[in-house]
């Protein structure tokens, strides 16, 4: 109890001078600085999503370099690969999640956490999804460690869910209208998706592993065994003219594009 009062009297200063910095360049500065006292990170980003329309960056406090892959190429398509966002668009109730709460079965080895996630050298995250009211709509504060950092605990989220109602009303108050958006399209591209060239079983597997589902999770949501999901696979990857889950996530990622592939 003495341990949550002194974190509770040391955060307050740190929660009026974010509050009161809303609506000035000075609020993100004093919001890191608040979530940073609840626990460690390494980089913050406000981003808003509606339904699948390109996600908006509202806020980041990456270098160029970084900003370049973890905004521009991430918009580009494997958001809809990610697993806050794909918790979102299931329904997932706001509050605060650990990545590795929401990601798939074989997320690890998932083509979404190989060609993104660790190309942006991080070890995890955690994710402050807030509801905005409109439908489909979500602010998420999205705080990341880097690759030489532990993960998260249980106790971090702890705090962080402690503080959510605040953080989540400030920033709302902040960020809302900075990104008007509206749905570009994407579902129906991404339904089309190899369409006429795929039958529908290879499809759905295609989709799951795009999804970051192993094989034997596959096996179990088609009711099929593992040699069956991998005869399936291979004859996709065939149809499509490619070899590797890599090729897999770039073919759709231009279709999404809107490149012909």
């Keep these: 109890m003495t341990d949550d009062l002194t974190l509770l009297s040391a955060w307050s200063p740190l929660a009026a001078r974010f509050v009161s910095a809303i609506g000035s360049e000075d609020f993100p500065v004093a919001l890191t600085a608040a979530l940073r006292h609840l626990a460690p990170f390494d980089t913050l980003m406000a981003t808003f999503y509606r339904g699948t329309a390109r996600p908006q960056a509202v806020y980041h406090d ?68 807030v509801a905005t009211g409109r439908p489909e709509e979500w602010l998420v504060l999205s705080l990341a460690r880097g690759l030489q950092a532990a993960r998260f605990t249980r106790q971090d989220a702890a705090r962080f869910a402690a503080a959510f109602p605040l953080i989540a009303a400030a920033s709302l108050k902040h960020w809302d209208g900075a990104a008007a958006g509206k749905a570009s399209g994407l579902d129906d591209r991404l339904a089309s998706f190899a369409a006429g060239r795929l039958s529908p079983r290879e499809r759905d597997i295609v989709y799951m592993i795009l999804n970051g589902r192993s094989t034997r999770a596959i096996a179990q949501a088609t009711g099929i065994s593992e040699g069956t999901v991998k005869v399936h696979r291979r004859h996709a990857y065939a149809k499509l003219s490619i070899s590797s889950q890599a090729e897999l996530f770039s073919l759709a990622a231009r279709h999404l594009a809107g490149e012909a592939v």
């Design 62 to 129: 990456l270098d160029e370099a970084q900003a370049l892959v973890s905004t521009g190429f991430y918009e580009s398509g494997p958001y809809l690969l990610d697993p806050f966002h794909i918790a979102m668009r299931n329904g997932v109730r706001p509050g605060v999640h650990l990545l590795f709460d929401l990601a798939p079965d074989g997320f690890v080895r998932s083509e979404y956490y190989r060609t993104f996630f660790r190309r942006i050298k991080l070890t995890d995250e955690i994710g402050l999804l």
